[in-house]
């Protein structure tokens, strides 16, 4: 197998299912599928950074996302549309129907009979109602959590009627109950301390009832899934999918173009171009809800007391001034991401038709600094005040090499008006480290956010800012913005919506606790032999069990059928 795998970090992935470009291809004969539909083939996914825990109310990286989804199901999930408000356009999962009752304070899904967890037993109604404690009960510190503040309870009148009860009526009350909720097996869970779920045995291998099932997973290098294939919705169309972690994202490209994986969600420069000439491979533009930022901590170090720079609007507005959006943009992205300045996609928000917040302006940020007392007193270009520096560490992870480079044009620009950046890359698990402790100053991230408006108070509202797993990184909150977003969120008029909704995003530009940079277009590089299915815009992977490899174009990677990889590994030669 060595010599097979050029790349060392496809060793495992390429023992299993073939290396290179998936060898020959498949023909007639004893181990060809006859009927060209048939369900089979095997899917490598290069991925950039490992997954996190995976269990639903504790995902936190798309990494994870992308698992869990397979994983797991909803009651029901949104169509093509997206639509956040009622319940049209959603698709049954384990709820086969619903029903609400004349106030619309409950809602009622009857389950599919048919559903089963991967152990064999049955969903139940008592799995909906445990699912909803787990995820809000506070010893879990589910980051999911303030998204389900409008759920009162979940009863089980029966073995398969699930009811959900409403603290108050908003148009996104179906979305809330279905699309924020991952449904878990109590059986299983019920004795698990809610503190003591990461560190399970069900977090190392979890059971749901979604259409793969966990077959292996290797820490730091790959997760392995195969087809359910007994599942209650039919079986995959895949018999299996492999996500193999890589470094960085040099790494995952190289590992697509060597043959190594059949997918990289996010090509870009030179391997995009490379993918682009290469026959065995093709491009898909497809979009997202990812908004690049630059945020400031307004909290002290572990989380203790104010931060001594940006607990100051005022300076944080100064900084934002000295930045060229549209050039930093334009510099590290090209064509593949758009400036923005607001803190949701613009699926979500609709377009804007002028920049909100602090617009760039080194002139006058240099005058704000000086009226707050920053002055360069010393002449060596840093200003000062009180005998502190404005020297501020920026934070970026080691994995995203377009947030290294914009960092670098961030600190020539912060440079111009007298500000210090040092400059700190840590990897995936330090830069977590150091996010949840509090211990940064400022740092590029990234947010996907979900298709509902009001989703933008888990990582920017006060219910997200408080605790063990709260979402809210920076720490800062405003009562005037969150009540522009209630009001948006509880308006049942759709243009009035949207107003409250555009003078909370507006509000939330003019405070800066961060500085919204870009939106992100992506290209994806597959394998030609896969067909995908339709990527929704919040979850590229959430058709993965529909996508499909005609039976005449499978190669020797396809061939293993749904016995694990690592069984299969062993009886190899």
Same mark, same amino acid.
């Given at each position: ?357 602090? +617009?760039?302006?080194?002139? =006058? /940020?240099?005058?704000? &600094?000086?009226?707050? *007392?920053? $002055?360069? !007193? %010393? ?94 990184? +920076?720490?800062?909150?405003? =009562? /005037?913005?969150?009540? &522009?977003?209630?009001? *948006?969120? $509880?308006? !049942? %008029? ?20 961060a500085l919204w940079l870009w939106e992100t277009r992506n290209v994806m590089g ?48």
């Amino acid at each position: 197998w060595a010599a097979c795998s050029a790349l060392a970090i496809g060793a495992l992935v390429a023992g299993a299912l073939g290396c290179g470009d998936g060898g020959s291809r498949a023909s007639g004969g004893a181990g060809a599928p006859a009927d060209s539909s048939a369900p089979g083939g095997n899917v490598v996914i290069a991925t950039v950074g490992d997954v996190d825990v995976l269990v639903p109310p504790l995902t936190g990286t798309l990494q994870g996302a992308q698992v869990v989804a397979q994983l797991f199901d909803r009651l029901a999930e949104p169509g093509d549309s997206l639509a956040v408000v009622g319940d049209r356009g959603f698709r049954p999962r384990l709820a086969t129907a619903w029903s609400w009752a004349p106030d619309s304070l409950a809602l009622s899904f009857r389950l599919d009979p048919r559903a089963r967890w991967h152990d064999g037993r049955p969903v139940r109604a008592g799995d909906v109602a445990f699912s909803f404690r787990l995820y809000t009960d506070a010893r879990t510190a589910s980051p999911v959590a303030p998204l389900l503040a409008d759920l009162d309870s979940v009863s089980a009148p029966d073995s398969l009627t699930a009811t959900v009860w409403f603290k108050r009526r908003s148009p996104q009350q179906f979305f809330d109950a279905t699309y924020q909720l991952y449904v878990l097996p109590e059986h299983l869970l019920r004795d698990v301390p809610p503190e003591q779920l990461a560190a399970s045995e069900f977090a190392r291998q979890p059971i749901g009832s979604g259409r793969f099932r966990m077959a292996r997973r290797v820490p730091g290098q790959l997760v392995e899934l195969v087809a359910d294939t007994a599942n209650y919705r039919g079986r995959a169309r895949l018999d299996r999918v492999i996500w193999q972690v890589t470094a960085d994202p040099g790494a995952a490209a190289r590992l697509l173009l060597t043959g190594g994986a059949d997918v990289w969600e996010s090509l870009r420069g030179d391997p995009l171009a490379q993918a682009t000439r290469a026959p065995t491979l093709r491009t898909v533009t497809y979009p997202s809800l990812d908004v690049g930022f630059l945020a400031f901590n307004v909290r002290g170090a572990d989380g203790r007391g104010a931060h001594p720079l940006f607990a100051d609007r005022a300076l944080r507005r100064a900084l934002a001034a000295a930045v060229e959006r549209e050039a930093v943009v334009r510099n590290v992205f090209d064509t593949l991401a758009v400036p923005v300045s607001t803190p949701l996609a613009r699926a979500v928000t609709g377009p804007t038709t002028t920049p909100l917040g602090p +617009t760039h302006d080194p002139a =006058r /940020a240099r005058a704000e &600094l000086e009226a707050l *007392g920053w $002055r360069d !007193a %010393d002449g060596d270009g840093v200003r000062e005040r009180a005998g502190r520096p404005l020297a501020l560490r920026l934070i970026v992870p080691t994995t995203s090499e377009p947030r290294r480079r914009m960092a670098v044009l961030l600190q020539a620009q912060l440079a111009q008006v007298g500000a210090r950046v040092e400059i700190e890359t840590l990897d995936p698990a330090a830069f977590g480290d150091a996010i949840r402790r509090s211990r940064w100053d400022a740092l590029l991230n990234v947010w996907h956010s979900d298709p509902n408006p009001a989703g933008i108070l888990q990582p920017w509202g006060a219910p997200g800012a408080g605790g063990r797993g709260g979402a809210n990184m +920076t720490g800062w909150s405003d =009562r /005037a913005f969150e009540a &522009l977003v209630d009001s *948006g969120t $509880r308006s !049942a %008029d759709p243009a009035r919506a949207r107003q409250y909704y555009a003078r909370a995003y507006a509000r939330i530009a003019d405070e800066a606790p961060a500085l919204w940079l870009w939106e992100t277009r992506n290209v994806m590089g597959l394998h030609r032999r896969i067909r995908p299915a339709p990527m929704r815009v919040d979850a590229w992977w959430a058709n993965l069990a529909d996508w499909t490899i005609p039976a005449g174009e499978r190669t020797d990677r396809d061939r293993l059928g749904t016995t694990t990889a690592s069984a299969a590994g062993r009886r190899a030669p």
